[in-house]
């Protein structure tokens, strides 16, 4: 009776269902990107360049600078959470802009600063205006679930790209303007983010929770206890702790040692990011294609901390710094693409958004750590001891990511099933886990979602969406307008 059903609602999946994302949901993902874009690019174009201005600040020491760079981290990882949990009392929108505000104000705050001590306070703002989470949220209200995950790619992506604008725009804004300049450009930026928010991005019709996209309180117990899952979180928070470290003393570097003046320290940034870029995605690839994303990432790992070690070693000169740097941004932007693939490849379907959550707050918390750290050692050991410290924690997550289990090579994916009992969701799962290319299926009655774990390749993706609400509402009006049609034919005759 099963395959009987199965295989007509296949019919409908091919008459109307569109594996496309809507012209809406393009513009819901677009218009959030754009967004974090314009935030991160805000928050990120001072990395190159602060740590020089900050010498002529009140009351600067290394440790203040590097407390200035990371500190946003640290709040950021404090309020990301509870900003999403509350876009679920308040609304999305009333929180995203709350938060740009907050971000805004911070950068204000650092603009007019005339001591570190304020630039911190100032920083610790920015990051305050935590509104990740209710961006995800929201475009998880935008998108159909079977899309999401395209959403949220595109969303990574603004990130990325944000990120290397930031590194190589920052030395020819302060150029221009100077870093207080910057924060002042950040301020606009994320004003400007409020205009996308209420005059680009739509209103979702209605509301809700998204388990894949936010995080479940009760279940942290069992993200914090899945030893795979602390490994990748660990390896995020030493990426981003290793990167802002390594930030607070760059630029000395390039401008003591190498004598390269500021103004002209994106002569190296541009041509390093861009080659990094470019020699990054083969290795995408073969990870996913070839399934070599373990030894992928521990070959990365030990790229990453040979460019620490040959910063430690010789940082006298441009083209020294350049071989070392495009080393390290190679190997973190393979990192960086490859970390939140298996964090939804290793986590149970149905736990994704506390995953991700926990995974973002590490990140985070590495960035005020790295900061920290780099600011002590530089003050007390120099460049060296920072690149030497980087070098070896990157060693002992070489060995976290030697020890981990290989992954399993499948990927997330959800069918809105309706508002269903307990007995129709075991009979979901008894159905769906049949449908080819289906691994593991877990049905939450109250969601009305069904959470996947399956092999991309082989998923018959007609099949499984046969199960969703849309194509069996389409199903329910063609038969009823067939009926109509025939009803008529006979008060006709």
């Not at 499984?464 to 609400?469: N, V």
Request: net charge neutral; hydrophobic share 55%.
């Amino acid at each position: 009776m099963f395959g009987k059903k199965n295989k007509g609602n296949v019919e409908v999946i091919e008459a109307g269902y569109d594996d496309a994302m809507t012209g809406g949901e393009r513009k819901a993902a677009t218009s959030l990107a754009s967004i974090y874009a314009l935030r991160m690019s805000g928050l990120f174009m001072i990395l190159p360049v602060f740590a020089l201005y900050a010498e002529t600040l009140e009351g600067v020491t290394p440790l203040m600078i590097g407390l200035a760079i990371g500190i946003y981290g640290l709040t950021q990882a404090i309020f990301q959470i509870p900003f999403g949990m509350l876009s679920d009392r308040i609304g999305r929108k009333p929180v995203i802009a709350m938060g740009l505000v907050i971000f805004a104000l911070g950068s204000v705050i650092a603009a007019m600063a005339d001591s570190i001590f304020w630039v911190v306070i100032g920083r610790a703002l920015q990051g305050s205006g935590a509104i990740a989470a209710a961006i995800m949220a929201l475009t998880a209200d935008l998108t159909r679930e079977e899309h999401r995950v395209k959403a949220m790619a595109m969303i990574g992506a603004s990130i990325g790209l944000s990120f290397a604008f930031a590194l190589i725009a920052g030395p020819i804004v302060n150029s221009w303007i100077g870093v207080d300049g910057i924060f002042w450009l950040t301020a606009v930026l994320a004003i400007a983010g409020i205009f996308v928010l209420y005059k680009i991005v739509p209103t979702p019709i209605h509301s809700r929770f998204h388990r894949d996209a936010e995080p479940v309180p009760e279940q942290f117990k069992t993200v914090l206890s899945d030893s795979e899952l602390l490994r990748l979180d660990a390896g995020i928070f030493i990426l981003h702790m290793v990167l802002t470290a390594t930030f607070v003393v760059v630029p000395f570097a390039l401008r003591d040692f190498a004598e390269l003046p500021v103004d002209e320290h994106w002569q190296i940034y541009l041509p390093v990011l861009l080659i990094a870029m470019a020699v990054m995605v083969p290795f995408i690839i073969i990870a996913e294609k070839r399934r070599r994303i373990k030894q992928i990432m521990s070959g990365a790992i030990v790229v990453l901390a040979i460019s620490e070690f040959l910063l430690m070693i010789d940082h006298s000169s441009t083209s020294s710094i350049f071989f070392a740097l495009l080393l390290f941004f190679i190997a973190f932007n393979v990192l960086e693409a490859s970390l939140p693939s298996l964090v939804a490849k290793t986590s149970p379907p149905h736990i994704k958004g506390t995953a991700m959550g926990v995974y973002s707050s590490s990140q985070f918390l590495g960035a005020f750590v790295g900061g920290v750290s780099g600011g002590i050692l530089y003050g007390s050991y120099g460049l060296e001891g920072v690149f030497g410290l980087c070098g070896l924690v990157l060693l002992f997550w070489a060995y976290l990511a030697a020890t981990m289990r290989n992954p399993k090579y499948l990927g997330s994916f959800m069918v809105n099933v309706g508002i269903v009992d307990e007995v129709q969701a075991k009979q979901l799962v008894n159905d769906m886990t049949r449908v080819t290319g289906v691994a593991e299926v877990i049905v939450i009655p109250e969601d009305g979602i069904a959470y996947l774990k399956v092999d991309t390749h082989a998923l018959d993706k007609k099949a499984l969406l046969a199960f969703s609400k849309e194509n069996t509402m389409s199903a329910d009006k063609k038969a009823g307008a067939s009926t109509d049609a025939s009803v008529a034919g006979k008060m006709s005759d």
